[in-house]
């Protein structure tokens, strides 16, 4: 069995520097990387952080302008058409959002670049705003009726926006489920870090990937992930609404409360978040250019805005104004950045485990993000009575962040795969794909404890390609989307919205006909 894997893994190889290139193109390149402060930016994070300030502009800064409204439609939980509500949406975007990169990837931010990367964090998030409503509305204004569902996201606006030409929306299917379905195996494994995790502190006793707590649990994982993807996108939407408010509430809860036992290193967070955005301490570097770059690649990386991800939930929601669920989206990214997101930024502040390196060793143990936030919220609970408590708490959050993200992953795609087939059957197969292919690939990976670093290139490069294709697409149909704007808050969304006849333009499903009907 290892043999395989490793063959598997090797096979991969191939697409590492090519991965890298393009990720860190243009850093490789010396005159480049020489450049003050610009220089710490690859292609990819301009591209999207400038498409975000772009976007911020054109809109007006809907994104902050409109801020409580799309707070009230996101709590809008009325019965719909299609069963699909603002609300419903929103949990399912923010079940692919808030995934283990909340905590993993903001805590390592820190790590290297310091308090301040969180101050550049939200700058990030705040941008990425007004990328999310441009690409959910456009998600929306796109989208097509299937039978008692909708279906779009960025294969079908990319499609139209680029003269309806079918290829294209094939490509871009093709790429984001290769994309999701690769990531699936990854999301596994995080979720038996968690779970070991929490059966070990239970327990009082480590376990090995070899014992039978880590073949209950894959068992059980393979199990819950079938009866719940094979079951539809309806029945996902009805856990992601019970699921993401539990996890969101049992994660903030944990952090609110080491928060308030701590209180009197609350200034002191923000004093060095914002001091450290402009002058980082020298254990990090002291560079501002990297807490700048720190900051503004994690906030771009979890929210997702301008990748297209989260495009799909976009247009599954039934709207009465595409515009809607551009401010929905808008809120998401809020909800993941600002807030979640920065939870991971209190516990590894506050603790600021690099002021103890003969109890820590800091040097030597923050590169394992985990074990550095981990350790941090123990150094913040009062006495030690408490900390098997807090770390399983912690690690069952961490583990329904993975698990709502896996589930994402293979809804999106099959969201995307109507691109290519509306037939049943296929949507079934490609299902059972995710569910029973996938994931069992990532338990065996776990069990054999392997961690097949090279697949995870190959996601990084699929996603890199998506990104570039879904940034110059929203950037052209971005026209479309500040009509519907204009027509929007003209109108304060009360009148019926006719592509045709209010900004212009055909569309699938915004018609005189559905109006009328």
């Known amino acids: ?41 690859s292609l990819a994070m301009l591209m999207l952080i400038g498409t975000g300030v772009w976007f911020t502009i054109r809109t007006g800064g809907v994104q902050l302008r409109r801020f409580g409204e799309s707070v009230r439609i996101v709590m809008d939980r009325k019965a719909t ?18 995934g283990p990169g909340n905590i993993m990837g903001v805590t390592g931010a820190v790590t290297v670049g310091g308090p301040g990367a969180l101050f550049w964090m939200w700058v ?21 009726k ?30 984001f489920i290769t994309y999701a379905l690769l990531n699936v195996p990854s999301q596994t494994f995080h979720l038996f870090t968690a779970l070991g995790s929490v059966a070990s502190t239970i327990a009082g006793t480590p376990y090995g990937r070899t014992s039978p707590v880590y073949f209950v ?8 992930v079938a009866a719940l993807v094979l079951g539809g996108l309806k029945r996902v939407i009805r856990f992601t609404d019970l699921c993401v408010p539990f996890m969101a509430v049992l994660y903030c809860g944990v952090v609110f409360v080491l928060v308030v036992v701590n209180w009197r290193l609350v200034p002191y967070f923000f004093a060095s978040v914002f001091a450290g955005a402009f002058a980082p301490e020298a254990i990090f570097g002291g560079a501002f250019g990297v807490a700048l ?46 807030i979640i997101c920065s939870m991971a930024g209190f516990v590894t502040v506050m603790a600021r485990l690099w002021t103890v390196p003969d109890a820590f060793a800091w040097e030597a143990k923050k590169a394992d993000k985990l074990l550095v ?83 995870w290139y190959v996601t990084d490069l699929v996603n890199i390609l998506v990104a570039s294709a879904n940034v110059p697409i929203i950037l052209i149909g971005g026209k479309h989307v500040f009509a519907a704007l204009r027509h929007y808050e003209r109108t304060g969304g009360k009148e019926g919205f006719v592509s045709v006849r209010d900004i212009g333009i055909e569309t699938p499903y915004w018609t005189g006909e559905r109006t009328k009907g």
């Open 1 to 41: 069995m290892n043999h395989i894997f490793e063959v598997v893994n090797n096979l991969f190889a191939f697409f590492v520097p090519i991965s890298d290139l393009l990720w860190d193109f243009p850093k490789n390149v010396a005159a480049w990387a020489a450049i003050p402060i610009l220089g710490e930016f």
């Open 81 to 98: 058409e299609t069963g699909i509500s603002p609300f419903a949406a929103f949990m399912l975007s923010s079940a692919m959002r808030a």
């Open 124 to 144: 990030a998030g705040t941008f990425g705003m007004a990328t999310g409503f441009v690409e959910a509305t456009l998600a929306q204004l796109f989208k097509e």
């Open 146 to 175: 299937k039978e008692s569902e909708f279906v779009g996201g960025l294969p079908f606006y990319g499609m139209r926006i680029l003269g309806s030409r079918r290829w294209i929306g094939v490509t871009l299917a093709a790429l």
């Open 217 to 224: 649990i894959g068992a059980l994982l393979i199990v819950s």
């Open 293 to 338: 770059q720190q900051g503004i690649k994690r906030g771009l990386m979890v929210n997702e805005a301008g990748q297209g991800t989260i495009t799909m939930a976009a247009a599954a929601a039934d709207n009465r104004h595409p515009v809607e669920q551009g401010l929905v989206q808008s809120m998401g990214v809020f909800f993941d950045t600002v």
């Open 373 to 455: 936030f981990m350790s941090s919220a123990r150094h913040l609970v009062p006495g030690t009575s408490f900390d098997a408590t807090v770390q399983v708490l912690l690690s069952v959050s961490y583990a329904l962040f993975a698990f709502t993200t896996l589930i994402g992953m293979i809804v999106f795609a099959e969201i995307s795969a109507n691109m290519l087939s509306r037939e049943r059957r296929f949507i079934l197969g490609l299902r059972a794909v995710g569910a029973l292919v996938f994931v069992p690939f990532g338990v065996l990976t776990v069990l054999a404890d392997l961690q097949l670093g090279n697949i």
